[in-house]
């Protein structure tokens, strides 16, 4: 076994690493840019090396430097972990060429697997079923489109060298096909220094299956069940489960044997996954291979009992697997919940900030959180947003969802935007539980897990009026000193001289201003709210809201958040703050024409020209942020008066982009 590892990684996945290598005896060398000083991988580590600047293309993606850490340490071998080198063929040349183990598989298998389009035809060469669609060399614009009005729209494209969705677009009509392609061009080449692109057919409500593969120095391999990773948002898949919903013995033995004849066609060796297009009628596509460990992995190890990064450094070490094909064994369901710094209602743009609080779920066999961050980091525009992955398994799917509801209830976060209202909508909605899983459930399940869901708000913002006026009261109660705890003053309950225990509090719910009244009547309280009155009794003990009506009791938990408070009920989660006096926001924001950036970033390219008239819709300017590009589109017919900035430059969060002028027709 190795005496000392390096992990050519940061975040969650270097401390996943650390923390395995540490029960195994192996010491540990962590690897920072000047924005992870004080990161928790550096931490964990037994020790470190500073790699340069914060930029990656500065830091982790410098083999060099990767690799005189490793000389200087002297570690036996480097773990790539995943992003970053962990599929760069030359990366693992190198480190051949230096006597350091490259815990990953051959350099052939990686370039094998690195473009696309090659993968794709060696591994119809090897029988395995593709999807339809262009895989060739001609890369001219002109024959890609081609391509595309011939197996008929909508078309998928992909990047030949991508990855977690980055240089990908649907087409749906031949008149968005060439922004559609100069944009994936671009973000693939910003991505991976290549802009080669396939062109597939789009399968409409498919499922995405995968398969996770181990392969020793022996030809020996095997696949360890399936996940399943449907949900998605920007092609990045954002919840995850295993085993996938609904597969049968028939269907896993033959998908899984076709994920090992994948494997096999490139003499693998290590953890892979064999990725799949899963169709309604049973029958599946090969999509692409990953030759290195997936985000979505601790699913798989929750439901086997495995840790797949000890297999890994066993495998690198020239040991076989510890296990055949037949000793593999299933026992009950996990999901792994990824958890974001993002917008969900801005079309899920990463955000930054600093994590003023973040208190995780408490850990337990039911309960895994894997984090790279700790309470005060810094969410940069540097790096992936992900804040932790939550994982949660139990004897069935029903009881393991039953988890993750809870758990994500139990998460705190606040200093920056997040995603989990809207995972908590997501793992509460009937779909969800019954398993309608296709690449498009967010899309095509858009009005139940966003804030701006379309049911009644009714019987929501009773419930968030009595939650923060109780919230309120309890506040004053802790700020107000009196020596007499019997002193009247030391109420606030609305009480008025010959009058009724009456508040009125203005809440901002689902995008939108609404005043409740809250009638005090002893122990209860008569809400009225969009003209609707309703009698709640209520208590707020921590977090957790008490409340009876009609002598029906509940509860709900309420956590503060971004600005606001959550209330987490069973039928989804309410985000919603309190209003005080009007600022005249709506006013300022109808009356500037300037479209600001929605966050911290880099101007990739300019679309329109000073002076141009444009529709609604029409892409002005393309910026680049946290691995990810956003389109800035005009926001109604008008001309472009002037760009604030040019091609390249940083732009803050806020600052204003273009001066717009909206037409008057």
Known sequence: MFKKILIANRGEIACRIIKTAQRMGVATVAVYSDADCDALHVTLADEAIHIGAAPARESYLVAEKILAAAQITDADAIHPGYGFLSENADFAIACAAQDVVFIGPSVAAIAAMGSKSAAKQIMEQAGVPLVPGYHGDDQDPAQLKSAAQTMGYPVLLKATAGGGGKGMRQVWSEEDFDESLAAAKRESLASFNDDSMLVEKYLIKPRHVEFQIFFDHLGHGIYLAERDCSVQRRHQKIIEEAPAPGMTDTLRRAMGETAVTAARAIDYRGAGTVEFLLHQDGSFYFMEMNTRLQVEHPVTEMITGLDLVEWQLLVACGEPLPLTQEAVQIRGHAFEARVYAEDPDNDFLPVTGTLGRLRAPDESRYVRVDTGVCQGDHISVYYDPMIAKLIVWDESRDRALQRLSNALSQYRISGAVTNLDFLYNLATCRPFEDAQLNTGFIDEHKNLLFQTRSENPARELPLA?????????????????????????????????????????????????????????????????????????????????????????????????????????????????????????????????????????????????????????????????????????????????????????????????????????
């Open 465 to 665: 009026a009595l939650a923060l006026l109780l919230h309120r009261q309890r506040q004053a109660k802790q700020v107000i000193s009196c020596l007499d705890p019997y002193s009247p003053w030391q109420d606030n309950d609305a009480w008025r001289l010959n009058g009724t225990h009456r508040h009125r509090i203005t809440l901002r719910c689902q995008q939108q201003d609404y005043t409740v009244e809250l009638e005090q009547q002893g122990a209860q309280y008569r809400i009225n709210a969009l003209g609707e009155e309703t009698l709640l009794a209520g208590t707020l003990e921590d977090e957790t809201l008490r409340f009876e009506s009609a002598g029906h009791r509940q509860h709900a938990t309420l956590a503060y958040t971004h600005g606001g408070f959550t209330l987490y009920l069973p039928e989804g989660a309410c985000h919603f703050s309190e209003i005080f006096a009007d600022t005249g926001e709506k006013e300022k924001a109808a009356s500037d024409n300037g479209l600001r950036a929605p966050m911290n970033g880099t101007i990739v390219t300019l679309v329109a020209k000073t002076g141009d008239q444009v529709e609604t819709g029409a892409p002005l300017l393309v910026m680049e942020a946290m691995k990810m590009e956003h389109t800035i589109r005009a926001p109604c017919r008008g001309i472009v008066q002037a760009f604030c900035y040019a091609s390249g430059d940083l732009v803050d969060g806020g600052a204003t982009l273009v001066d717009f002028i909206m037409s008057e027709e």
